[in-house]
C-alpha cells in the first residue's frame, strides 16, 4: 500500500466514523477562504528566514467553554484588561477625555463579568477587585481632569474679563478639584501597582502617564494658588488633653494670613473631624473653639481642625491638629412617637430625643430598627430626631420591638437603643407560575411574588413541584421575579403534568401562596441502538491502527530524504523557501478586493476583518519585534517605533476588534472607513467608492 492510498483509507474511514457516531458537518468554504486571512497575521522567527504561520484566531472569550483552557482565557481576559487600562491613561493624557472614558466604560465591565466568571472555575488568585477599582477610580479621574481643566477655562476667562468674584470662586473649585485629582491619581496608581505584581501586565506606560496628568495640574493649580489667594496659617492650644462629650476640647485659637495679619471680627467655619463648628475672630484674629467629641473612636490621640473659607474669600484655607485623649459617655434615648401598626411595605416612623445628663447630642445618625434590623435612619438634630423605615417581609407578623439605635463601637459616645412593641399585621400574598418544557425531561418555570398593590416581594424562597415531588426551591429576585429550570423526576411518567409554585410565608408577615400550571413534557431525544454503537467502536480501532501505520511508514520516508526532506511546511501549503519576508502586492492588493467585495455584498464585519488582515500583511515587515501578536499588542509594537501613521492602525485595530469580538455587527459605513484606512496604510490606488461614505 502505499502513502497515497493509506491516507486515502485512514480518512475514508474516519468519514464513516464521524457519520455513525454523530453525522457530518460541512462548512461553508466561501466563508472559510475569507476568514483565514484574518488570522493570518502572526509571523515567527527562525534563524534564517520569516516564516509566515497560521496561527490559531484569538479566543473571543463572549463565547468560551468549560471545554477549554480556562486558564489561558483568564490570562486573555487579564491582558484586555491591563491593555483597556492602559490605553484609557495614555488617552487621559492627551486629553481625550471621553474616550479615556469609553477603555474603561461598558466593555472593560463586560471583559470584567467574564473575567469573574472565568476565575471562579480556575485555581488561581483572581484580581477581579483591583481590575474593578482601577476602573472605576480612572473613570473618575477622566471626569475629574476634565472638569478642572473646562473650570480651569472659566478662571481664565473671568480674569480676562475682570471679574475677580466669579474668578475667585472658580479658583476655589480648581482648588478642590485639584486635591481630588492628586487623591485618585495616587489611588490609580496603587492599583496598577497591585495588578501588576500579581499577573504578568506592564502597566509602566500608564503609570507614567497618570504621573503625569497629576504633576500636571498640580503644578497649575500652584499658579492658581498664588494668583487668587492669601495664605493663612490657624494655630490652637488646648486647655486640656483629656476630653469627652460631657468635658469637652476647649482650644485658644488664631487665625492670621502668612505675613502675620490677624483675620479680625470675621465668623469662620472649623471644620472638627466630620463636624463643623462656627466661631468669630475678635481684632486680634483671637477665637475659642468649644467641641464635644461623639462619633470619634476612642483610640484617636489627635483631633484635625481645619478652617474653611467661604467662596467668596481671599483666603486660603489652613489645617492644624490638636493633641486629645477620649473618654467615652453613656447617651440616653427616649421616644416619644412610635407607630403602633404596621404591615409589610409600610413606612415605619419613629421620633424622640437623644443627650448626656440632659445635655443634647447633635450630628449623629440613628439606626431605625424593627425586629433587630434596621429599615431605617434618623439624624439627631440638637438632640432631637424624627426619621422612618420601610417594613420588610422578612419580621414575622405579630408583635415586635420597633425603635432606634445608636450603632457605636468603641466611640466617645457609648451604643445604646430603645425600642417600644408594635403590632406588624399579615399582608396576602399571590404568585404567578407559567412553564415550558425543554423537550429533555426538563421545564423552563418563570414565576411571581407579590401583594395587593405591590410591584413584587423580593429575597423569599419559593418551593418547586412537579406532579406534587419538591424538585427545589428559587429564591425571588428583584421584582418579586423568580426563574428557574427543573428537571422531571424519573418517577413522573406522564406526558401533562403539574408544576406547582408554594411560597409557605413561614418567618414573615405574608400569607401563603400557591399557583401552578399544566405543562405537556417534549419528548426526550433519541438514543442509537447499540449495534451501532458496536459498530462505531469496532471502526475507531481499525482506523488507529491505519493510523499508526500510516504514521511509521511517513516517519520512515523522512528520515530516508522522502518528499518531506529539506524543507518546512506550513499550514497553508507553501513551504520556508518559498516564503518571502516582506509582503507584496501579490498578498495585499488580493486582500483589499476581497475586503471590497465582502463589503459591498453586505458583509461588513467580514470586510473589516479582511481589511485588517492586509494591514498586518503589509506593515508586520515594518516592525523589529515578531512572534505572535494580538490586535492591540501589534498597534502598541507599531506605535512605539514612531510611525507616523499609527493612528491610522490604532482606527482599524479598534475596528477589527469591534467585528471580530463585539456584540453587535460594524455598519456599512463604518467597514467603509476601516477598509478606506486600511488602503491608505497598505499604499492601494483603489477606489474608496464600496457603497459607503468612509467613517471618518
Given at each position: 500500500m502505499n502513502t497515497v492510498g493509506g491516507r486515502s483509507l485512514v480518512f475514508a474511514l474516519l468519514i464513516?466514523?464521524?457519520?455513525?457516531?454523530?453525522?457530518?458537518?460541512?462548512?461553508?468554504?466561501?466563508?472559510?477562504?475569507?476568514?483565514?486571512?484574518?488570522?493570518?497575521?502572526?509571523?515567527?522567527?527562525?534563524?534564517?528566514?520569516?516564516?509566515?504561520?497560521?496561527?490559531?484566531?484569538?479566543?473571543?472569550?463572549?463565547?468560551?467553554?468549560e471545554d477549554g483552557d480556562l486558564n489561558s482565557v483568564e490570562g486573555w481576559l487579564s491582558d484586555r484588561l491591563s491593555t483597556q487600562l492602559g490605553e484609557s491613561a495614555i488617552q487621559l493624557s492627551e486629553g481625550e477625555y471621553e474616550l479615556a472614558k469609553d477603555y474603561v466604560g461598558e466593555e472593560y465591565r463586560e471583559r470584567l463579568g467574564q473575567y469573574v466568571d472565568v476565575a471562579g472555575e480556575t485555581n488561581g488568585e483572581s484580581q477581579e477587585d483591583e481590575f474593578e477599582e482601577a476602573g472605576e477610580k480612572q473613570s473618575r479621574l477622566s471626569d475629574?481632569?476634565?472638569?478642572?481643566?473646562?473650570?480651569?477655562?472659566?478662571?481664565?476667562?473671568?480674569?480676562?474679563?475682570?471679574?475677580?468674584?466669579?474668578?475667585?470662586?472658580?479658583?476655589?473649585?480648581?482648588?478642590?478639584?485639584?486635591?481630588?485629582?492628586?487623591?485618585?491619581?495616587?489611588?490609580?496608581?496603587?492599583?496598577?501597582?497591585?495588578i501588576e505584581n500579581q499577573t504578568n501586565s506592564d502597566l509602566s506606560e500608564a503609570d507614567t502617564a497618570v504621573e503625569n496628568v497629576t504633576q500636571t495640574i498640580q503644578t497649575e493649580q500652584a499658579a492658581v494658588r498664588e494668583q487668587s489667594f492669601e495664605k493663612t496659617e490657624l494655630t490652637l492650644t488646648a486647655e486640656r488633653e483629656t476630653i469627652s462629650f460631657l468635658d469637652p476640647l476647649v482650644a485658644a485659637g488664631e487665625l492670621r494670613t502668612a505675613d502675620g495679619t490677624p483675620i479680625a471680627n470675621e465668623e469662620i467655619r472649623l471644620n472638627v473631624g466630620n463636624h463643623t463648628e462656627l466661631v468669630t475672630t475678635d481684632s486680634a484674629g483671637a477665637f475659642t473653639l468649644e467641641y464635644r467629641p461623639t462619633d470619634e473612636q476612642l483610640s484617636t490621640d489627635e483631633l484635625a481642625v481645619q478652617y474653611v473659607p467661604k467662596t467668596q474669600s481671599v483666603y486660603l484655607g489652613d489645617e492644624t491638629n490638636v493633641s486629645v485623649s477620649i473618654e467615652q459617655t453613656e447617651p440616653t434615648v427616649s421616644l416619644s412617637e412610635v407607630s403602633r401598626e404596621v404591615s409589610y411595605n409600610d413606612e415605619a416612623?419613629?421620633?424622640?430625643?437623644?443627650?448626656?445628663?440632659?445635655?443634647?447630642?447633635?450630628?449623629?445618625?440613628?439606626?431605625?430598627?424593627?425586629?433587630?434590623?434596621?429599615?431605617?435612619?434618623?439624624?439627631?438634630?440638637?438632640?432631637?430626631?424624627?426619621?422612618?423605615?420601610?417594613?420588610?417581609?422578612?419580621?414575622?407578623?405579630?408583635?415586635?420591638?420597633?425603635?432606634?439605635?445608636?450603632?457605636?463601637?468603641d466611640q466617645a459616645l457609648a451604643a445604646t437603643t430603645n425600642t417600644t412593641t408594635v403590632t406588624v399585621r399579615e399582608t396576602e400574598s399571590k404568585l404567578s407560575i407559567e412553564?415550558?418544557?425543554?423537550?429533555?425531561?426538563?421545564?423552563?418555570?418563570?414565576?411571581?411574588?407579590?401583594?395587593?398593590?405591590?410591584?413584587?416581594?423580593?429575597?423569599?424562597?419559593?418551593?418547586?413541584?412537579?406532579?406534587?415531588?419538591?424538585?427545589?426551591?428559587?429564591?425571588?429576585?428583584?421584582?418579586?421575579?423568580?426563574?428557574?429550570?427543573?428537571?422531571?423526576?424519573?418517577?413522573?411518567?406522564?406526558?401533562?403534568?403539574?408544576?406547582?409554585?408554594?411560597?409557605?410565608?413561614?418567618?414573615?408577615?405574608?400569607?401563603?401562596?400557591?399557583?401552578?400550571?399544566?405543562?405537556?413534557?417534549?419528548?426526550?431525544?433519541?438514543?442509537?441502538?447499540?449495534?451501532?454503537?458496536?459498530?462505531?467502536?469496532?471502526?475507531?480501532?481499525?482506523?488507529?491502527?491505519?493510523?499508526?501505520?500510516?504514521?511509521?511508514?511517513?516517519?520512515?520516508?523522512?528520515?530516508?530524504?522522502?518528499?518531506?526532506?529539506?524543507?518546512?511546511?506550513?499550514?497553508?501549503?507553501?513551504?520556508?523557501?518559498?516564503?518571502?519576508?516582506?509582503?507584496?502586492?501579490?498578498?495585499?492588493?488580493?486582500?483589499?478586493?476581497?475586503?471590497?467585495?465582502?463589503?459591498?455584498?453586505?458583509?461588513?464585519?467580514?470586510?473589516?476583518?479582511?481589511?485588517?488582515?492586509?494591514?498586518?500583511?503589509?506593515?508586520?515587515?515594518?516592525?523589529?519585534?515578531q512572534g505572535a501578536l494580538t490586535h492591540w499588542e501589534f498597534y502598541r509594537t507599531y506605535r512605539s517605533e514612531d510611525a507616523p501613521d499609527a493612528e491610522l492602525l490604532h482606527d482599524i485595530t479598534q475596528g477589527y476588534e469591534h467585528a471580530a469580538f463585539g456584540r453587535d455587527s460594524v455598519s456599512t459605513d463604518e467597514a467603509s472607513g476601516i477598509l478606506e484606512r486600511a488602503r491608505q496604510l497598505c499604499g492601494s490606488d483603489g477606489s474608496s467608492s464600496d457603497g459607503a461614505p468612509a467613517d471618518d
Open positions: 464513516i466514523l464521524m457519520t455513525v457516531t454523530s453525522g457530518i458537518a460541512v462548512a461553508n468554504p466561501a466563508s472559510a477562504a475569507d476568514g483565514d486571512a484574518v488570522y493570518r497575521v502572526a509571523v515567527q522567527q527562525n534563524d534564517t528566514d520569516r516564516v509566515q504561520n497560521e496561527t490559531t484566531p484569538h479566543r473571543n472569550p463572549d463565547n468560551y467553554s475629574t481632569v476634565q472638569e478642572y481643566r473646562e473650570t480651569k477655562d472659566e478662571y481664565e476667562a473671568a480674569r480676562e474679563a475682570g471679574d475677580e468674584e466669579r474668578a475667585r470662586e472658580r479658583a476655589r473649585e480648581l482648588e478642590t478639584l485639584a486635591n481630588e485629582i492628586e487623591s485618585l491619581g495616587g489611588s490609580v496608581r496603587e492599583s496598577y501597582d497591585k416612623a419613629v421620633a424622640g430625643e437623644l443627650a448626656v445628663d440632659g445635655t443634647p447630642v447633635d450630628g449623629v445618625t440613628l439606626a431605625v430598627v424593627l425586629e433587630g434590623e434596621q429599615i431605617g435612619t434618623a439624624t439627631v438634630t440638637d438632640g432631637e430626631f424624627s426619621g422612618m423605615g420601610t417594613v420588610p417581609a422578612s419580621v414575622p407578623d405579630g408583635e415586635a420591638e420597633l425603635g432606634v439605635r445608636l450603632p457605636f463601637d412553564g415550558e418544557s425543554t423537550g429533555n425531561q426538563e421545564i423552563t418555570v418563570n414565576g411571581t411574588l407579590s401583594t395587593v398593590g405591590s410591584d413584587g416581594v423580593a429575597g423569599e424562597i419559593v418551593q418547586l413541584r412537579v406532579d406534587g415531588t419538591s424538585v427545589g426551591t428559587v429564591t425571588t429576585g428583584e421584582g418579586g421575579s423568580f426563574g428557574e429550570t427543573i428537571s422531571v423526576p424519573d418517577s413522573v411518567s406522564e406526558e401533562d403534568v403539574t408544576v406547582t409554585a408554594v411560597y409557605e410565608g413561614s418567618g414573615s408577615n405574608l400569607a401563603s401562596a400557591t399557583a401552578e400550571t399544566v405543562v405537556v413534557i417534549g419528548e426526550t431525544g433519541t438514543q442509537l441502538p447499540t449495534s451501532v454503537w458496536l459498530a462505531g467502536g469496532f471502526l475507531v480501532v481499525i482506523a488507529a491502527g491505519l493510523g499508526f501505520w500510516w504514521y511509521r511508514r511517513s516517519t520512515s520516508e523522512i528520515s530516508s530524504g522522502g518528499p518531506a526532506d529539506g524543507r518546512q511546511s506550513t499550514l497553508d501549503g507553501t513551504t520556508a523557501t518559498e516564503k518571502s519576508s516582506d509582503p507584496s502586492p501579490d498578498t495585499v492588493t488580493p486582500l483589499l478586493e476581497r475586503a471590497h467585495e465582502q463589503l459591498t455584498s453586505g458583509r461588513p464585519d467580514d470586510a473589516a476583518r479582511t481589511s485588517y488582515a492586509a494591514v498586518r500583511q503589509a506593515l508586520e515587515a515594518r516592525i523589529e519585534k
